[in-house]
């Protein structure tokens, strides 16, 4: 009678065990393993718990109105409910699960059951975690997914924008992107800028251009919920046509308008990743919509000027109108165009948030080829790079991105080499990626020269490409310089190139000086072995002083 009670237990074992590992959906596993066992045990309550971030959760109950799913227990609270038997899932010492039943209609559970159950939820144990590695792969694919949606999203965008010259076409352009991007039904792009027709594209909405939704709109500093914003004019204005999600469109310090959103036809809330995304798409149209203003403004002063004068107009919008002054450490930086257009670029671009203590990105860049090509190059790698920017991101990962992007959108004889140092001004810490460009120079206040030397291929070259990223303190009185190679390679009368020793004595010379100070005398240094040599190139130089304490 045993060996037939015990071949019985055994079967009813391997079906259980063909059953749970049949599936790979946790919900369906769990809910087939308490009926399974409540069946088998003929009881009235019972609950299966999973252990998640070290709590253990309630995920199935049945008969357990003060055990909801996702209630916290432990064997003290089971009890409580009336439950007899509990039983860990997998190893007893740290169990992934708990198992709980209540005492059966026939008595107590026999020797035999507890034997049985304990066999099973081995079996279950597996089979959970196999579930479990299942829905991660899910959600892992699912983040790839919608990462490469993101990526796709950005580059039809730029692409678009890079031919846009109205600035209607380009709010267009971005409030159709928004409304695909999270499936909203109502959206609307609203810009000012002085002198121009403010700029109002919309769908469900009906915003008016007056001037006191213009004011709140400069107030506005980071994308967000509308429900987060403080009271006034535009929040008012914003939930009277009931939008979720406004995110400000800024240039610099200034605030050129908002892109505001209504809830996605999922039902579901905007989440941090999708306000980054909503930040990054709206920084690219910033700088379209500049452009196209700016267009528009040149077109207006003079309608026959030659592609060049436009060109360089454009360019000169994209250096900083401005160096920031940071906290014990001081930047001054200079360019200078061989032509009327350059390909050189600097900018100071703050990483978190604007702040005399706050990291910052100093950047020289150099973009293969000279006029109206170059420039509108510059000005896509300008805006991706203001558009990647965060705090958590690796500077690699930024450059690797721009990389990909840039590659998509250019022909393949355009690149672009760079030098990338996000700069810590209290502590000193710097970071940096040098993609294909000259080798910036850290002159230590003891004499000492280390070299920020290339660590991979320039920007837009090849996709693909994983750049390397490397870290330096900067002390008191230490000197950062970089610039790009038309200063190094200078030419005078007799061909001859200035190179980097005179490069670095002047450097040497001029350390104890302000910044600007600094700047100027490389500028007076490359003059005066150029001679009556004429520029070929661009000559673009920055320079970074911590101060002494």
């Not at 299966?48 to 709590?55: E, I, P, S, T």
């Not at 001037?211 to 500093?221: C, D, N, Q, R």
């Not at 040497?508 to 700047?519: F, G, H």
């Not at 100027?520 to 002083?545: C, E, H, N, W």
Request: with cysteine; aromatic share 4%; charged share 25%.
């Amino acid at each position: 009678m045993t060996r037939d009670l015990d071949a019985g237990r055994l079967e009813a074992l391997l079906e259980s065990a063909r059953l749970l590992h049949r599936s790979l959906d946790l919900e369906d596993l769990l809910k087939h393993l308490l009926r399974s066992v409540m069946g088998r045990l003929v009881v009235g309550k019972g609950f299966l718990a999973l252990a998640a971030d070290g709590v253990m959760t309630v995920r199935i109950a049945r008969g357990l109105k003060s055990l909801p799913a996702g209630s916290p227990i432990d064997e003290e609270t089971a009890k409580a409910a009336g439950i007899a038997l509990v039983l860990p899932i997998g190893e007893p010492a740290s169990p992934m699960g708990l198992l709980g039943v209540s005492r059966p209609l026939a008595g107590e559970a026999k020797p035999e059951d507890r034997e049985f159950l304990e066999a099973l939820l081995g079996i279950a144990a597996s089979a959970i975690e196999n579930a479990r590695a299942h829905a991660e792969a899910q959600r892992l694919n699912r983040e790839l997914d919608r990462q490469v949606h993101q990526l796709q999203t950005l580059l039809d965008l730029v692409r678009g924008l890079t031919t846009a010259v109205d600035p209607g076409e380009v709010a267009g352009m971005l409030g159709r992107t928004l409304a695909g991007q999270w499936l909203v039904r109502k959206y609307a792009i609203a810009a000012w800028k002085e002198g121009h027709e403010p700029v109002l594209v919309q769908r469900g909405m009906a915003f008016d251009s007056d001037a006191a939704l213009a004011a709140g709109a400069t107030e506005l500093t980071r994308v967000g919920r509308v429900e987060n914003l403080p009271q006034g004019p535009l929040r008012s204005a914003l939930e009277d046509q009931d939008a979720r999600l406004v995110a400000p469109l800024r240039s610099g310090e200034s605030g050129l308008g908002f892109a505001a959103l209504g809830a996605p036809a999922s039902g579901r809330g905007y989440s941090p990743a999708d306000l980054e995304f909503c930040s990054g798409l709206a920084s690219q149209a910033v700088v379209a919509l500049e452009n196209a203003w700016h267009f528009a403004e040149t077109l207006e002063k003079k309608k026959l000027e030659e592609e060049l004068a436009l060109a360089a107009s454009i360019q000169e919008r994209l250096f900083p109108t401005a160096i920031p002054e940071l906290e014990a450490f001081a930047i001054a930086a200079r360019n200078r165009p061989a032509r009327q257009v350059g390909g050189d670029y600097y900018d100071v671009i703050p990483v978190a948030g604007a702040g005399s203590d706050q990291p910052y990105l100093l950047c020289v860049a150099d973009v293969s080829g000279k006029g109206i090509a170059a420039s509108l190059l510059m000005s896509n790698v300008q805006a991706t790079f203001r558009a990647l920017l965060a705090p958590e991101r690796p500077i690699a990962e930024l450059v690797a991105r721009t990389n990909d992007l840039i590659h998509a959108t250019t022909p393949g004889n355009k690149f672009v080499t760079a030098i990338l140092i996000v700069v810590d001004p209290t502590t000193g810490h710097c970071r940096y990626v040098n993609a294909g460009h000259n080798s910036g120079i850290l002159l230590r206040a003891g004499g000492e020269v280390e070299l920020l030397d290339p660590g991979g291929v320039p920007i837009g070259l090849l996709p693909g490409q994983a750049y390397k990223e490397a870290s330096f303190a900067m002390a008191p009185g230490d000197l950062l310089a970089i610039f790009s190679d038309g200063v190094t390679e200078a030419n005078d009368v007799d061909g001859n190139e200035l190179g980097e020793e005179p490069l670095l004595a002047c450097l040497r010379e001029m350390a104890d000086r302000p910044a600007d100070e600094i700047v100027a005398a490389v500028f007076d240094a490359v003059d005066r072995f150029a001679g009556s040599a004429p520029q070929y190139d661009d000559i673009t130089l920055m320079v970074g002083k911590r101060m002494k304490e």
